[in-house]
């Protein structure tokens, strides 16, 4: 049932076991949005359309929409290569003898990315970045959602070559082991119930940023016993993921809580620190009634229930132990549905 209208709908908006985070509100959800077929400005207008503010570019690819309710959202290609080197940008030189090359770098890199970028807007997705919003407000995102597929948004099933995403940040809880290793345990079972609810595409399966997590990493954190401190917990992952290529990432997390850990294993810019899951695995699908953002919600939170009935999650961890995690057996397959079955809204 809608949150808000009291309507039940299958693009509700359900509250999460655990509503409210560490400061009393409610939790908050940010949303990335990855499609083809709208160039940058188009989309940074439907955004200004809906939620109000400004609209300020920051290069031939790259809006930002400020001043609106919520804000502020980045509308962009979603390539390093069409946008101006920042570093270059941050280059303040005064000596007179280096002044005008200087400023002759910045111009052809900003020109030379303008034109990669037109030259490859119809192969590189554009990416809408929301800021966090509190979960009731997920509708809202939802409409803009529709906004998209409405004016022409093609996503993941609508090109050979689409390989498109939704991706949800969802606030933990809290920052403690207890707050997070049950959610990330939750996960990696239910893990190929969620795969195979999603359907995902299978261009997005060939590529690396969605693999999924190691067999050995599913039974070392499911293992009897497990009750590793925050060091700990952090080592551990990334002995077995030493990189963002996973559908629930959580070296944003990690790097939140222990920047210096993450650092030393990962050496990547993008890692950006936020106290977040971040869960990469939907797909972007316009062409479908149901699908989007309260439809990707809904599959989370079966995660978040399992993980909040700790007696069934200790059940699936010592069940898990006892079976095949080889693919072809269909053990861990069967264990997954099951518990997705039961846990689902």
């Known amino acids: 049932m809608d949150v808000v209208t009291g309507i039940p709908t299958k693009s509700a908006i359900y509250p999460p076991p655990v509503p409210a985070g560490q400061d009393g509100s409610h ?99 554009c990416e809408i970045v929301a800021p966090p919003i509190e979960w009731p407000r997920l509708m809202e995102m939802e409409t803009l959602y529709r906004d998209l597929g409405h004016a022409g948004a093609a996503g993941t099933d609508e090109g050979l070559l689409y390989a498109f995403g939704l991706h949800l940040n969802i606030e933990v809880t809290g920052e403690t082991v207890d707050d997070i290793l049950p959610t990330l345990q939750a996960y990696l079972l239910l893990s190929p119930w969620l795969r195979s609810d999603i359907r995902v595409d299978g261009m997005r399966r060939a590529f690396p940023y969605i693999d999924p997590f190691p067999a050995s990493y599913l039974r070392h954190i499911c293992r009897p016993g497990y009750a590793p401190d925050i060091d700990g917990m952090i080592a551990d992952y990334l002995s077995f993921n030493d990189t963002r290529n996973r559908e629930l990432d959580m070296l944003p997390l990690f790097a939140h809580l222990r920047a210096d850990l993450v650092r030393a294993a990962v050496d990547d810019p993008r890692v950006k620190p936020r106290p977040a899951f971040h869960w990469r695995l939907p797909n972007t699908l316009f062409s479908e009634r149901h699908a989007g953002p309260a439809a990707e919600w809904r599959r989370w939170l079966a995660v978040e229930r399992l993980a909040r009935d700790r007696e069934a999650l200790a059940e699936a961890c010592r069940e898990l132990q006892t079976l095949s995690t080889f693919p072809l057996s269909g053990d861990l397959q069967r264990l997954s549905d099951r518990l997705g079955a039961e846990y689902r809204i």
Do not use: C, M
């Open 27 to 125: 939790r908050r959800v940010g949303l990335e949005f990855e499609f083809a077929a709208l160039r940058p400005r188009d989309a940074a207008e439907l955004v200004r359309d809906r939620f109000g503010g400004e609209i300020r570019q920051n290069n031939p690819h790259r809006y930002t929409i400020e001043d609106g309710d919520p804000s502020p959202f980045r509308v962009e290609l979603d390539a390093q290569y069409v946008h101006p080197n920042d570093r270059l940008r941050e280059i303040d030189e005064t000596r007179p003898w280096l002044t005008d090359l200087v400023t002759w770098i910045k111009e052809l890199d900003a020109e030379t990315s303008r034109i990669l970028g037109d030259l490859a807007g119809d192969l590189i997705p």
